[in-house]
């Protein structure tokens, strides 16, 4: 079993996955926002090559991904509040970050132990080649149809997919009998809890988070929001933001990180928040921003109308509303539900636990809290891949 664990490529664990989507990076923000609209993806990859232009094969290297995140921060820059449309039009480049090796190339034949090695250096996403399913000509009849503002998914005449710590975190569950008795240790025995966390309080500006919500993409945790005796309420999660669309950039520069929280719950923003958003950015002079904060009216959840007396409290138990403190039963609560809060476990769940709970919810970490609903600090997939990493190190 360990020779098969250890004789394990990249190849073995992208079987099935579908072809990267991707844009020019030429292309506009606009453009990427036009491309993340028309797709389920999560997020785009960003390639630097001519193969938009020309039919030959040229050298093409992904550089990087954008999600929609990246175009909400943007947006809720100040120099660009007063036109967001015109933002929209710079290059995909003012998006980037500046440290490139959060995307790596890889080849099929890389090793699991080197992959995992990679992440664990920083890199977010290993870009896989994969056997292409098309012919020469048919390869180019697929070119042919390509242009700087549509995704095209061969590059240098093939076709990649993405790795991320979520595919290889799956892979060892679905080995963990071989791991035993490790997975069934606890988060706190095996010293994989971070108590670096990045957290903001419940009545503070949303706005104010806007560096932390960069932030966390980066390091794929989440924001959390805390009352003043730092009792986790809720969480601003990039996977959450992503789901909302770019006018989500109105909300965050007017309400608080708790009125966020229900703007963004329960599958679209309540009416009356929509109005407090929308008199909020007439009284701060966000005249564009304002023309262009437009929902779809099938967007806005009429049932879920609150006011002013209304909105969310840090003192709201769950039963009551649709955010507040935690208890026990909330641990495995469902995303779809009630997006906007927190998965947590505790310092005594196992590792087993605390894996099956962050892929069903399709995070990469989980917020670890005492009893007392105070915050102990966070788990993610990297901690986690570190003692899978040391254990097979051991093997070796």
């Known amino acids: 079993m360990a020779a098969r664990l250890l004789a394990h490529e990249v190849a073995d664990l992208c079987l099935g996955k579908p072809p990267l989507r991707s844009l020019s990076l030429s292309s506009s923000i606009g453009e990427a926002l036009a491309s993340l609209k028309s797709c ?16 030959e094969n040229q050298d093409c290297l992904c550089v990087g991904k954008i999600c929609m995140v990246d175009i909400i921060c943007f947006l809720c820059k100040q120099e660009n509040l007063a036109s967001p449309s015109l933002a929209l039009k710079s290059p995909l480049t003012a998006l980037l970050p500046k440290d490139s090796s959060l995307v790596r190339h890889v080849q099929p034949s890389t ?34 149809k390509s242009s700087p503002t549509k995704s095209c998914t061969l590059h240098n005449g093939r076709e990649f997919c993405w790795l991320t710590q979520e595919d290889i975190i799956r892979y060892f569950l679905s080995s963990i009998g071989f791991f035993s008795p ?10 994989i ?35 003043d005796d730092g009792l986790l309420i809720g969480e601003i999660s990039p996977s959450t933001l992503a789901c909302c669309g770019e006018t989500v950039a109105a909300a965050i520069m007017t309400l608080s990180a708790g009125e966020l929280m229900a703007y963004i719950d329960c599958g679209g923003p309540p009416e009356d928040i929509v109005r407090v958003v929308k008199a909020r950015l007439k009284e701060r002079n966000l005249e564009g921003m304002l023309e262009e904060f437009e929902i779809d009216p099938s967007d806005i959840s009429s049932n879920s109308s609150l006011s002013d007396e209304e ?44 894996m099956v709970q962050a892929i069903a919810h399709r995070v990469n970490y989980v917020w670890v809290i005492e009893d007392d609903c105070s ?13 899978f990493r040391d254990q097979l190190e051991s093997i070796m």
């Open 40 to 55: 389920e993806d999560y997020c785009i990859s960003i390639w630097d090559c001519h193969h938009f232009k020309n039919l």
């Open 311 to 354: 909105l969310p409290s840090p003192t709201t138990s769950f039963s009551s509303s649709r955010s507040g403190r935690y208890n026990k039963s909330s641990s495995y609560s469902a995303r779809m539900v009630r997006r906007a809060e927190a998965i947590v476990c505790y310092p005594g769940s196992s590792l087993v636990a605390v």
């Open 182 to 191: 490790l997975p069934t240790l606890s988060i706190e025995a095996l010293g």
């Open 111 to 144: 090793s699991l132990i080197e992959a995992i090695d990679l992440i664990l250096q920083g890199a977010q996403n290993l870009v896989v080649p994969i056997e292409s399913r098309f012919s020469g000509s048919s390869r180019r009849k697929l070119l042919q």
């Open 375 to 387: 915050v102990v600090g966070i788990v993610t997939f990297a901690n986690m891949l570190e003692v």
């Open 193 to 227: 809890i971070s108590t670096e966390f990045i957290s903001i309080g419940y009545h503070s500006p949303a706005s104010s988070a806007i560096e932390a919500i960069s932030r966390s993409l980066v390091d794929q945790t989440s924001v959390a929001i805390v009352d």
